[in-house]
Each structure stands twice: as C-alpha cells, then as structure tokens.
C-alpha cells in the first residue's frame, strides 16, 4: 500500500526533494501552546495521519526502542548540515524519529509536529490527507529503520527488540517423526472474533495442537503415507504476554492518593473512605506503612496543599488538578493510545514525582481517563485493533525515574533547552502584543483651533506621541502613565478619543470611569487620544461629539470677474461646516446676501445632476441634507446675470451646462491651439477625450498611441497620467477640470508612475518622473533613480514624502517591493544622501550650539568664518534660547558631522561619540559632562535631554533626529522638576538686554508665576516686588508679562491650575528666555526690542502677500487615486514522490 513512502537518499539529498507539495502547511502565527497538566505532549494530525501518531507515541513510550535510537550519535547517523552535501552519508529518518522523541520527552509544547519526519517519508500534503493500515505502516517503517542503520552499532536495533520465530511442528502418530519448520515474525496476528480474551485467540492460534484425521490425513515423509498426525506452533523463545498494567507497584503514598482520587467522581472523596480505599489497593493501612515516615494521613493532605483539597471540617478531600476531563470525539477513535502512566516511565518536563494512571492520547490531546471507561470503549462492537506489549521482567535503572532527560543525547538536550527558551520568549512576545495596543496621543497645548477644527500647531509628527500600552490596565493607569511621560503638564487632564477627518483633528468622545480597563472603554488598537483640559484649546471653547462633526465641503460659484464675463468659470473653494449648521451658512460664509444653493445628487443612479434646495429647506443641517465630506455645493448669486435657472425661471432639478474640461496642449509640438474645451460626461472614457483633444489641436496622428491626459492641479503642477480605460468618474475627474496632453504612455496596470527628488528642501513642480513596475525592489527602484538623475555612489537612500511635503520615514527594507511597502502611483520619493544605518542603530546629525562666551559657558576661539564657509551647513535663526547679546539672540548651529549609535547607548555614550569627531576636537571640551544636549527641532535648540544614564530609546526621539551639543564650564545634574531657563535683564532707556545667563528653576514646589519671580529676584539679588518679567516668544516677536495677581485670584477661587506657568498661556519650557526689568531703575512696561519692532513688520508683509497669492489662484484642483489590478497567483504544479533509499552495506 506504501510503496516507496520510507525511501531517502543520502548521498544526493536536493533542495528539490524536500517540502514540495506541502500547500497546506502554513507557519503559525502564535508559538504552539505549552502543555497541560498532565505533562505529556500530543502529536499534531496533519490531515490524515492520526495512524502514524498512534505508531509514534507507542514506540515513544516504549523505553528500550527510545533508548537504543538515543544512543546512536552523530558519528554513526550524520549531521542535519550536511545533508545536502554531495558525499555525505546522513540517515534521515533515524535522526528525525530521535528529534521528534526528544520533543516529546522535553519540549514544553501541547502537541509535536511530524512534517519533518513525513519530509524525510517523502510524503506530499496528498499522503499526509490519507488513511492508511497502522500495522502495515508499522512494517514498513520497522523495514526503512533497517536499511537506514546498516552499517551502524544499531543494525540490529529491531531484530533485537520486536523479532521473533514461530515453530511449526507436525508430529507422526505412527512413526514419532518430528517435521519442524521456522517462521520468523515482528507481530503476531490472532482473530478475536467469538473468542472471551486475548488469552484465549493466542490459545487457539499459537498453542491448541490441531489434528490431521479422517479426511485430512497428512503425508509422513518416513512412512511414505497417508497417517494421522498433530500440528501445534510454538514461540522460540517463549513469549511472556503481559499487560503492563500488573508492572511493578507504587510505593509513594502521594502517587497512590492521586491515582484513587482521579478514580473518584469530581475527584472528591471522603477522607476516612480514602483510608479506606488505601488499604483495599495495597492490602496495608495507612498507619502501619507509611504513618512513621509520613505522620497521620490528614497531616500528609494538608503538607501537600498544592495538589489536596480538605473541607473546612477535613471531613472531605479534593484533588486540585481536576483530571477528569470529557474525551473528546474523533473519526477514527481506533488510532487513539491508551497507556498507563508509571513513574520509571513518566517524560515530561520536570523531575517531580508524577501519579500513575490511565492516559488517552488523541492526536494533540493527552486527557486521564478512568479504567472503567477504557473497559466500556473496549466492550463493544469498537476493539482495540493494535496491541503493544513489553516484558513484565525489565527493569529500568533508577536515575531512570522520573527523569525525561535520561538517555537523551547532549546535542538534542541543549537543542531542546534552547527551544524552550525561544518558546518562553515567543510567548511573552505574544502574550505582549495580544494585550497591548499603540495609541496616538495628541496633546492640547500643541494645538490650536482654526477652520472649523483642530491643527497642530507645527507638524502632525511633532504634536502627537506614539504610546504602546497594555489594553488590560485602566483608565486611571493610562492617566497616570500620560502625566509621568508630560512633566511639563500641570492641572486637570481630560482624555477623549478623536479622529483625523479631512479638515482636521475632531474630539467625538471624552473617556470617564478611570476604575474601567481599556478594553471595557472599547478603545481600539491605533487610537486617537486628545490630552486636553477638557474646556478648550489656545482659549477657545472646542465642540465635542458627532453631531458637530466638521464637515469639509466643496463649494462651487461662478467667477463674474470682467476678463471671464464671457466664460463664466466656475470656482471651486474648500469650506469647513459643522455637520450641525444650517444650510444657509454657506451664503453667508461667502458673503452673498442671497442666492440659491444646488446639491450634487451624485449618490443616486448614474449621479450627474445638481438639486436645488428649497427656500423652506435652506434652515435644515448639513447632515439632514445627506451631505458628507467631499460633497459639492453649488452657490448661484439671485442678483447675477449668469444665471443658473432656466429661462422660463423655475427650479431647475438637474444641472448640465458644466459638461466641459480644460485640454492644454503640453506636447511641445506646433499648434494653433494652446488650449480647447472638450464636452464630456461623467461616463465618457478618457481615451475618448485625448483623441477629441488631439483632433481639435490638429496635431499628428502618431499622437494616438504615444500621449496621455494629465491632470493639472491648482498650483500648475502636472500629475501622473489617467489610464485610457478609466472614465471620468473613475478617475475621479470632477468637470471643469483642467488636463495636460503630454509625450509617452500612461503606466499599465502592473506600474507605477512616481515623482522624485533630490534632498529634502524640494519645491513643488521640480521633482523628476519615472515610470517602475510594481513588483520592483526598492534597491533596483534606487539605482535607476540614481541613474536618470546622473547620480553615482552607494551612499544615497531613498523616503517617502509625506503629506506635509516633508522628508518621512526611510525605506529600510530594500530588498521588498514598492507594492509590498504600499507604493502608489503619484507618490514621492527622495533621494536623501547617506547609508541607511543598521537595524536597531541611529544615524544623528551632530550641531555645535554656538555661543558667544556669556558666563558659565565655553567660548570657542576658533575662526568661525573660515570653518562654516568650508562646511557650507551653518544655521541662524531667532530663538528664546539665545546666547548672549545686547537683545534676545539668535541661534547659531554649526554642523559637525554624523555618528551612527546604538538606541540602547546611554546620552554619555552620544556625547563621547560626538567628542571623537574631527570638528570638535578644536573647541576644547574636557569631557562629556561639559556637553548640554538639545533635540534640533524646526533647525533651532528643541527638547533638552538630561539623565546622562538613560537609554537613547527611552526618550523616543525617532529616525530623523538631530542633537545639537551646548558647552559648560562645568557639569550639572538637572532633575525632572528643573526648567532651565535663559535670563536678560532690560537695560534702560536702550530697548536692549544684557548677556543671557542660565537660571536653574526647580518646579517641585510649584511652577506658579510667584515661584519664579522669587527665584529670579534671588538670582539677581533684587527684592521680589521690584522686578517684572515677561516670557519671550521668538516667532510672534513678542513679550507676555508673567505678574503674580493671578496668584491672588486663584488663591481666592481655587482654581490653580490658571496659575502654573507650564500651561497656557505660557507653556514655558527648558530654553525659553526670560526678560527680566529692575524696576529700581526702569519703570517702563514696554519689553520689545527695536528687532522685535521689525520681525513684526516683515511678517506683516509676508501675511500680506500670502493673502493676495490666494486671492490670484482659481485653477480647480483634482486628485487621482490610481490603482493596479493584481494579477492572481500561478499555482506551481503538484511533484510526485520519488526519492531512492541509498545503500550502507
């Protein structure tokens, strides 16, 4: 029936020959689940296999099999490493058989895998899904076990164990002649049929003397005759079947109580009745045996607490380990091993004592169960079909018992130790990610209200915070994680989820009940959480919920402009509403005294029409109207000339004027044309639109199978191609759009057009274009890059561009796909210079925070000039931490170079990296300690970094960070409360500040504004009700006084929290200046500076002239969402099975 399923080859074992057709072998996701109470390891069913697993645990549990393919090493089997060498000589299936028995005897695991024992078979997924004969499986695998030891001290190994020979004798009853013949066996087979034992099949098979009479006479060789004679088989030697339920007998008093109490329904018993039941098992009381040794038998339940359960009264007794379990159904309930567990006999994973008992090991479960339920499994119709038996007579050695690790040899003990381990990482691994979620936590003070709803106040990745917490924590421990990660926060903190809509961030839901855990709150994985006040942002009052949702609409109205009389262009504008505002506010947004307003209904079947609202209709919300983000609303004037009704002026239910696009003419060929207006619909295919185009131009016929349509967006810039096969819809063109007719293809289905760049510093339409398949690397993706921008070097990476027109994260994994890394058509991507570091290292930038030589600080001597004009990377920029100067300072950064570190390096280690650089070496700095370190943050001194100690990945500063270093004259130890802050005192009558000096603000005590003022007057030896100071704020230009009167207030209100200066208004943070006025000698209120006066009128100018850039853009924007059809998967096609068993003779 099998075949050649054994066969192997090894001396010629390919790549070829292993794992083929095994398509339904997937990896597991989750590491496999440990064992249970019982302590025994299952096999795992690969579809049809539950036979060979019932084969395999028996030989398992057999010790002297186990023990004698144990001692075969490496030297007589081979190694696994060399089976593919051409010469080598490895026996496969000896060496799988001993790793899959080691994984039984000592992997913590509930159930063993047998694909790579079925590999070294040979077996396909087809073989692996089939049932077959166990005994004659057990044949064929006793024969492969043969052939693979020849030549090995185990030859012999299943000869000796299993062999047997049969005597076949025929007696003469008239001549006494003896005719014998011999049979050898590794099995015997007998018919139960009608029989009341096994005693008896073997009886009547192997012993009972059958008589040749009658008409069955037989014919003796010596009388040359017809006689009569007797014929009876007998076993060479003698073969002593013996249940190995009568093995030798439990002495421990602990295995003897627990295998009466698994008998026991629920495990419960009385205790005088287990006394009882003690002296009927071992014919011997309690007292008379083991209470010497042990003491009373209560005393000996209560010392074994962890595995005995007394009643309160100690009148009843439990077993804690509840073993018994319900046996589980299966198909085949024939293939299932029943064994009776003995301590000699007992794998498992540690050295404790374990009870004898009855087992049924199916598949990958392994559950106790009652002898009185084998008897009933047995009793009917359902017989065991394969019995093993061992002799009564062998006795194990005692370092034997009760260790699994005995007889196993060193390399599958240490591989099985180092499996554990992995297996124990694994599981807190997964046990960590099952029970922990990233949360994206947006803070308030980083924020600021504007068009309806919530922006950062710098960039997205700057105000918000990833936080990986544990779901099963609460509410309250999320709270107090968040105020320990902010110390800067002071006052109430309120958490509420929000979302990302498209016109900003929006607060739905404010999180109560800090008792309840995360996953009761119903927070999902990947969670906006907004950490706010729960009052208001940048002072203004925020709108919580869905009704108010804000609403980003697209507002379309005609431009009546003089030029465009003749036109009437439709302009279309971005608007933000709440979902719960009226209608009617579009009119008045738009500053239109009256109008109509037209919906589009694109919702409804082959939606190309506008609705009008009814006047009675103009009071209903947004919502109740059915409009959603991305809706068009058309506005029409009711006292324009361009009017949108009909002429009969009624209410018009659809709007088809506006069927028009824009063509330009971008082919760089001669035309009379520059642009043309195409009719279209929202059906109409764009292949059809580009030949209307290059007919209305009147350019070459080539044209048709080497251009494509572009879009134009409103900035001018050319966007990638729409494929011929789209219609507008599709393509998610919108009417009115402008196109471009432009040279070559648009990319197939299978490619992608990408933009690229390089740098970071691009401005919009210089990027370059290049068409790649999807399926390219992102290593290939860069060479050609490089080479179409005539770049050369190994020392470039590429990243993404992300929404805010910035450098993202790098491509790290250069060998994936641009499909696999969600590459899309129209995306950028930058050619940044530098090597990517390795994983688990960062590459940071280096900056010198340049200071001018102010007390308590270094002054470099070095000629500054020279050195910048040679290194070309030189930053200034105004900052609240200004070095020293006749009036808030500017921020110097000179570049020093990039070190590549660790993110497990402590800062002193970043510091002493730094040190070793060439630049450096000339400033002079004795050591580490001397070095203040900054985060370089929108190319000015960030976040200050302290703790010397303290792992680089604790302070979360990302992949593109940038530290700049500040030298001391000495070192300090700043601790969490301490804000550092730069101070100026006012010179009078100069509108000008003297040299800044560091002031060390300890905030334990409270960071009110009359903490500092008391600090700063003892800085500066003054008393406190003489000094004023204000709070510069460098890129408004601005001074904001800090007075105590608040403090008067709120001591009388109670309302503290408007007191700390680290919240609104203030914010005041680590670097921040502080103007500080001796009102001895100045009693003027005013704190700016003549530069202040003229940053202020520059950025004037700027707003200005921003305001009129918008006014002058009317070009309609449109975005194109391409996408690629996947081609399906080829399936490979099925392999046979043929691998020749090699020869060891």
């Known amino acids: 029936m099998f075949g050649d399923l054994f066969e192997e080859e090894y001396s010629t074992v390919s790549n070829n020959q292993y794992g083929k057709g095994k398509k339904l072998k997937t990896k597991a996701l989750e590491p496999p689940a440990p064992r249970e109470f019982t ?90 899904m089939r049932q077959h004969d166990v005994q004659e499986l057990n044949r064929i695998l006793f024969s492969a076990l043969e052939t693979s030891l020849v030549g090995t001290s185990g030859h012999d190994l299943i000869n000796r164990l299993y062999h047997g020979t049969i005597v076949n004798q025929i007696v003469c009853k008239e001549c006494k002649n003896v005719s014998e013949r011999q049979e050898d066996f590794l099995d015997l087979t007998v018919a139960v049929k009608n029989v009341s034992g096994l005693e008896d099949a073997l009886w009547n098979m192997y012993v009972e003397e059958e008589v040749f009479d009658c008409d069955n006479l037989y014919h003796c060789g010596t009388c040359d005759r017809l006689v009569q004679a007797a014929k009876e088989e007998k076993s060479k030697p003698d073969v002593n079947l013996k249940d190995l339920q009568s093995e030798e007998e439990i002495d421990h008093p602990l295995m003897i109580l627990k295998a009466i109490l698994l008998e026991e329904e629920n495990n419960l018993i009385p205790v005088d009745q287990l006394g009882q039941k003690l002296l009927k098992k071992i014919g011997i009381s309690w007292n008379k045996k083991y209470r010497k040794q042990h003491g009373p038998l209560r005393k000996f339940l209560q010392l074994h607490s962890q595995i005995f359960l007394l009643s309160s009264d100690e009148s009843t007794v439990r077993l804690l380990k509840n073993g018994s379990l319900q046996a589980e159904s299966d198909f085949q309930r024939n293939d299932r091993q029943i064994f009776k567990m003995l301590p000699p006999e007992s794998p498992g994973l540690n050295n404790g004592i374990s009870c004898p008992h009855w087992f049924d090991i199916n598949d990958s479960k392994v559950q106790p169960i009652r002898e009185k339920d084998i ?88 105000s918000m915070w990833d936080l990986t917490f544990d779901k099963r924590k609460t509410l309250g421990d999320l709270r107090q994680s968040i105020f320990q990660l902010l110390e800067f926060w002071e006052g109430d903190m309120v958490l509420s989820v929000a979302k990302l809509v498209p016109a900003g961030l929006h607060i739905y839901q404010t999180l109560g009940g800090d008792e309840l855990t995360l996953c ?53 504008s971005p608007h933000v509403f709440p979902a719960n505002a009226e209608v009617g506010t579009v009119l008045t947004a738009l500053a239109i005294p ?48 361009n009017s949108l009704l009909t002429k009969e002026e009624k209410w018009v239910t659809s709007m088809n004027e506006i069927d028009w696009l824009h063509v330009k003419n971008l082919c760089q060929l001669e035309s009379e044309e520059k642009q043309v207006k195409i009719s279209a619909t929202v059906n109409t295919m764009v292949f059809d639109i580009r030949i209307k185009a290059i007919k209305e131009f009147k350019l070459m016929k080539e044209l048709a199978d080497n251009s494509c349509l572009r879009p134009i967006d409103r900035h001018g810039k050319l966007l990638c191609p729409v494929p011929d096969s789209y219609t507008l819809k599709e393509a998610e063109l919108k009417m009115g759009s402008s196109l471009g007719l432009c040279l070559g293809k648009a990319p197939s289905s299978s490619q992608l057009f990408l933009f690229f760049a390089m740098g970071s510093d691009v401005q919009p339409g210089t990027e370059m274009e290049i068409i790649v398949e999807e399926t390219i690397s992102v290593r290939d993706c860069l060479k050609l890059m490089l080479k179409k921008s005539g770049l050369q070097g190994d020392a470039w990476h590429l990243r993404k ?12 994994e250069e060998d ?24 688990g290292f960062l590459k940071v930038p280096i900056w010198w925070y340049q200071l001018q030589g102010p007390s308590g600080h270094w002054e470099s001597h070095q000629d500054q000039t020279n050195y910048t004009s040679s290194r070309g990377r030189v930053w200034r920029a105004a900052s609240s931490q200004g070095a020293s100067g006749n009036e808030p300072s500017q921020v110097s950064l000179l570049y020093l170079g990039d070190i590549e570190i660790s993110e497990d390096a402590t800062l002193a280690e970043l510091k002493s990296q730094a040190m070793t650089l060439l630049p450096f070496l000339e400033f002079g700095v004795p050591s580490p300690a001397h070095l203040r370190a900054w985060t370089v943050e929108r190319k000015l001194p960030g976040r200050l970094l302290r703790t010397d100690r303290q792992p680089l990945r604790e302070y979360k500063l990302g992949r593109r960070i940038e530290i700049c270093l500040e030298p001391l004259q000495k070192g300090e130890n700043l601790g969490p409360q301490d804000v550092l802050l730069r101070t100026q005192v006012r010179i009078p009558g100069e509108r000008t500040y003297t040299p800044a000096l560091d002031l060390v603000w300890n905030t334990a005590q409270g960071g009110t504004a009359g903490s500092l003022r008391q600090r700063v007057a003892d800085f500066y030896c003054l008393p406190v009700e003489k000094i004023e100071i204000a709070k510069y704020f460098p890129e408004k230009f601005e001074w904001l006084p800090i007075s105590s009167w608040k403090q008067q207030i709120t001591k009388r209100k109670k309302k503290k929290k408007q007191d ?32 202040d006066d003229i940053g202020k009128e520059k950025q004037k100018q700027r707003a200005l002239g921003r305001r009129k850039s918008q006014e002058a853009l009317h070009e309609q924007s449109s975005y194109i969402l391409s996408s690629a059809e996947t081609p399906a998967r080829p399936r490979a096609p099925e392999t046979s099975l043929s691998i020749h068993v090699g020869s060891f003779r």
């Not at 796909?817 to 530098?834: Q, W």
Request: hydrophobic content about 35%; some cysteine; aromatic content about 8%.
């Open 816 to 839: 994936a796909t641009l499909k696999e890394l969600l590459i899309c058509s129209g995306d950028t991507l930058l050619l940044i210079e530098g090597q990517l570091p390795p994983p």
């Open 375 to 462: 008897e009933q499994q047995f009793q009917g119709k359902e017989s065991a079909y394969m019995l093993f038996y061992r002799k009564s007579q062998l006795q194990r050695p005692p370092e034997a018992r009760a260790n699994p690790r005995y007889g196993v040899p060193c390399h599958l003990l240490n591989e099985m130790d180092a499996a554990n381990i992995e297996l124990q990482t694994k599981r807190a691994e997964c046990d960590s990610a099952n029970n922990t979620f990233e949360l994206h936590l947006h803070l308030g003070p980083q924020y600021h209200f504007f068009n309806g709803a919530l922006h950062p106040v710098v960039s997205q990745t700057e």
């Open 1060 to 1091: 700390y200066l680290q919240g609104a208004p203030y914010y005041l943070k680590d670097g921040d200046t502080i103007g500080v006025k001796n009102l001895l000698i100045d009693d003027d209120d005013d704190f700016s500076t003549i530069r």
């Open 594 to 641: 009256a109008g109509v307003i037209f919906i589009n209904s694109a919702g409804c079947p082959g939606g190309e029409g506008w609705t009008a609202i009814p006047k009675e209709d103009m009071r209903k919300t947004f919502r109740e109207q059915g409009l959603r983000n991305g809706s068009s609303i058309l506005i029409q004037d009711s006292h324009g000339d």
């Open 520 to 572: 009761e709150t119903e927070i999902a994985d990947g969670e906006d959480i907004f950490v706010w006040n729960g009052v208001e942002v940048g002072g203004v009052h925020i709108q919580t919920g869905i009704d108010c949702e804000p609403l980003l609409l697209n507002v379309l109205h005609l431009d009546t402009s003089s030029e465009r009389e003749k036109c009437c262009q439709v302009i279309e």
């Open 801 to 812: 561009m992300d929404w805010c027109y910035e450098a993202g994260e790098p491509l790290c």
């Open 39 to 128: 302590n025994l390891s299952g096999i795992r069913n690969q579809g049809g296999t539950c036979y060979l697993n019932s084969l395999l645990q028996t030989l398992h549990f057999t010790p002297e099999f186990r023990e004698a393919l144990f001692s075969l090493g490496p030297e007589e089997l081979g190694l696994f490493e060399d089976k593919d060498k051409p010469d080598a000589k490895v026996r496969i299936i000896p060496l799988q058989l001993q790793r899959l028995f080691a994984q039984l005897l000592l992997l913590d695991q509930e159930a063993a895998s047998t694909t790579d024992l079925t590999d070294s078979f040979g077996w396909t997924s087809n073989e692996e």
